[in-house]
């Protein structure tokens, strides 16, 4: 039995290319499922070959058959900051999508989000921008709601990166990282990728800004180094 393939899109990594780069070109439209929700995934079971989208590690557990999982990480406070100014600019989702987030994102400053949103670990509101993002979705369903600090948290995430992923990326080596990913699954890559939608307003981020952004994602950016350096020992297998 085919696996099914499960990309774990963690907001403002690239995702919308990698799916472009990396999946398109494997499947026909078909048989790509974008993640709605556990119900409606309970529902399609046995309809598509790969899950792509917003979800978590621990979905795999609601797909049939054996799956293989892959993903792409990102500075995380650039991450961050791309994330709240993604959301706050006008225009991005069509009537009534994400108003919430956008009206909270226009009226929080970028320095308070994080307390502002701290409640919302609790519920996987997936999309909603919230401490040490990238360790939550890595970390998964039986972490998602712990503290900014919890280690079991961090400890969770590193090792789903290391034994539960077939492979992984970084966004600063998207070229690199898309070649290993494709050579993991067997897949092809696309030649050319169009260029993915970028946020238009300015980002205007103070000392105060940065210093609660890097307050506030310690968890990612230890994610981040030990994943910088996983990266490097697989080039050189």
Do not use: C
């Not at 290319?17 to 499922?33: A, F, H």
């Not at 990728?193 to 970028?198: L, N, S």
Request: cysteine-free; aromatic content about 10%; glycine content about 6%.
């Amino acid at each position: 039995m085919r696996p099914v393939v499960i990309f774990t899109h963690i907001p403002k990594v690239a995702g919308t290319s990698l799916v472009r780069k990396l999946v398109l070109p494997n499947y026909p439209r078909d048989l790509i499922k974008s993640y709605k929700g556990e119900l409606d995934l309970l529902r399609s079971r046995g309809r598509y070959q790969v899950l792509v989208g917003h979800s978590v590690y621990g979905i795999q557990h609601l797909v049939t058959g054996p799956v293989k999982m892959f993903t792409m990480l990102r500075d995380p406070i650039e991450r961050a900051i791309s994330h709240y100014y993604f959301i706050k600019q006008p225009g991005e989702f069509g009537p009534g999508r994400n108003l919430e987030q956008k009206r909270t994102n226009r009226e929080v400053q970028l320095a308070e989000i994080f307390e502002y949103n701290k409640h919302r670990k609790f519920r996987l509101a997936g999309t909603w921008l919230i401490d040490n993002m990238q360790t939550r979705y890595l970390a998964g369903y039986s972490h998602y709601w712990k503290s900014e600090s919890s280690l079991s948290l961090l400890s969770a995430a590193k090792f789903n990166l290391e034994k539960r992923y077939v492979e992984f990326g970084l966004l600063d080596q998207f070229e690199e990282s898309s070649l290993r990913i494709a050579s993991s699954l067997g897949w092809v890559l696309a030649e050319r990728v169009d260029k993915t939608k970028e946020t238009r307003i300015q980002k205007i981020v103070t000392s105060e800004d940065r210093a609660a952004v890097e307050k506030w994602n310690l968890l990612d950016q230890d994610l981040h180094s030990f994943a910088q350096e996983l990266f490097r020992k697989r080039g050189l297998r």
